[in-house]
C-alpha cells in the first residue's frame, strides 16, 4: 500500500512545512523501503506548536469557555472520525512499525475506547470542600494545566500518544504531540482527527522530528506545564532533568522486565498461552512484555515445552500478510540489539530452547525468530536488561517466598503476571510483588478504565483512569472568611 495520508506538521490547525526545511524518510520494517517522507521540526517549530496550544489556552478563548460537556461531545467526535478512519490508519502503522495488521488494531481500538472513556469524564471533574475549624468556607478546586507535551516511542506509536493525548485533553488542556521519528505517521492522524471533530484550532498540534532537536525543546520549554513521556529509562531521565530546570510535571512510562510466574496448581495450557502472548506479540517490543518466565521447579518441562511449541508454529510475515501472527522489529538496528542479547545470553550460560536468530526464509525484513533460553539465573544480562525484542528467559523456583523475591529483583516494576487457582497463592503473590500492575491467569491486560504504571525504573505517575485526570489537572484551594 503506498502511503497517501498526511506528512506535513500540524500547529495551530494548519498543516504546514517545517521551519527548518528538513524532511526525513519512514522505513517499512518488512521491506527494508522508504514508506514516506515527513516534515522534520526543528527548535522553531516546537516553539510554534507551544504558542499555538499556549494561545488556545488564553483567558477566554473558545477552548477556555466552552461548557466541559461540549469538550466531551468533541472528544466524542474524534472517537468517532478515529474509528471511520481505523482501517487506514491500521494499515499505515502496520507498515511504518512492522506489526501485524491484527496488532494494529488493536492499538487502534484502544484508542477509540480511551477517546469514549474520557468523553465522558469531562463533565464530572470537580473539587471538594474541606472541613476546617472557624467561619470559613473552604474548598479545593481542579484546574486544567495549560499546555502538555506528548513525548511517544515507536512500539505503540498511535495508542501511546492518545493514552496521555485524551485525558489531557478531557481535562482542558492543549497537547503538543511528538511522535518517534522512527514512526512518525500514525500520529499524524491526530491532527486530521482534531480537524474533523472541529477542535479549535492550536488545542492539538504534532510535529514528528527528533528526540535530539524536538524532543529536547519541548521538554525544556518553559512554556509547558507538563510532559506525558513514554519511552526508555534512560532517556527518561534525561526528560526529567529537563523538565526540572522549570519544575515542568513529568508523567513517566518507562521500561519494564516483566515477570510472568507459574505454580503448579495453574490451568497449565491458559498459562503458556498467557505467556506466549505476553512476551511474542508486537514482537516483544513491548514495556510490559513478560520477558521473564519464572516456573516452578515441578512444571517447568511441560511449560517450557508448550511455550516452544507455539513459539515454533507462530506465522511470521509483513504488515499485507493476513496470516502473520508476528511481524519483524522496527529496524536493523533493533533486529542486532536483539540478536546480540541472545548471544551474551548464551556466552553467560543459558541454554536457546528455540529461535535464538534469524528465520532461514526472511531474506528481507528485520525478522528475529521468537526465542526461548532456558537455564537463565536471575543475575544474568537476559533477566535483567530490558532486550525489546521476542526473547524469554526461563528461571525457576521453589517457592512462594523465593519467587517474590526473584520477581522484585529487578531494577523494574511495572507489569507482573501470576498464574495459579490457588486463592491464598494469588493474594499473597500479588501483595508481595513491588509492581505497578499485577495481573492474574491473563497477561498482559490493561483498560483505559484502569491506571497504567509503574515502580521504581519504570516510571513514576500513572495514565490512563482516574489517576490521569489528577496528573492533567492540578489541586487550586481557597479560603473564605465568613466572619
Ligand atoms: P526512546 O526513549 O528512545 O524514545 C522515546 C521518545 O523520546 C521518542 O519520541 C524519541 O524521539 C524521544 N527522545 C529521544 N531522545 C530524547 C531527548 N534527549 N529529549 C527528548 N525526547 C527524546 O524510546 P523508544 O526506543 O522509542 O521506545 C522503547 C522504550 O519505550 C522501551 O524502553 C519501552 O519499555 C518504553 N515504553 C514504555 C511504555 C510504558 O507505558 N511504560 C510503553 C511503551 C514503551
Known sequence: MEYSGPTELFIDGEWVDSEGGELFDTIDPATEDVYATVQKASADDVNAAVAAGDDAMSRGSEWTTMAPSERGELLRDMAEVIEEMKDEITLVESHDNGKTPFEAGMEVQMVIDTFRYYAGWTDKIRGEENPIPGQRLNYTTRESLGVTGHIVPWNYPFQLAGRSLAPALACGNTAVVKPSSQTPLSALYYGLAAEKAGLPDGVVNVIPGSGREAGNALAEHDDVAHIAFTGSTGVGKNVMEKAAQNVTGVTLELGGKGPNIVFPDADIEAAANGVHYGIFMNAGQMCWAGSRLLVHEDVHDEVVDAVVDGAESTPLGSGIDDDARMGP???????????????????????????????????????????????????????REEIFGPVLSVITFEDREEVIEIANDSPYGLMAGVWTNDLSTAHTVTDGLNYGMVSVNEYPVTFPQTPFGGTKESGSGREQGTEAIHEYTQAKNVNINLG
Open 329 to 383: 522489529v522496527v529496524s536493523k538496528s533493533q533486529q542486532k540489539e536483539v540478536l546480540g542479547y541472545i548471544q551474551t545470553g548464551v556466552d553467560e550460560g543459558a541454554t536457546v530452547a528455540t529461535g535464538g536468530g534469524v528465520p532461514e526464509d526472511k531474506d528481507q525484513g528485520y525478522f528475529v525468530e521468537p526465542t526461548v533460553l532456558t537455564d537463565v539465573t536471575n543475575d544474568m544480562t537476559v533477566a
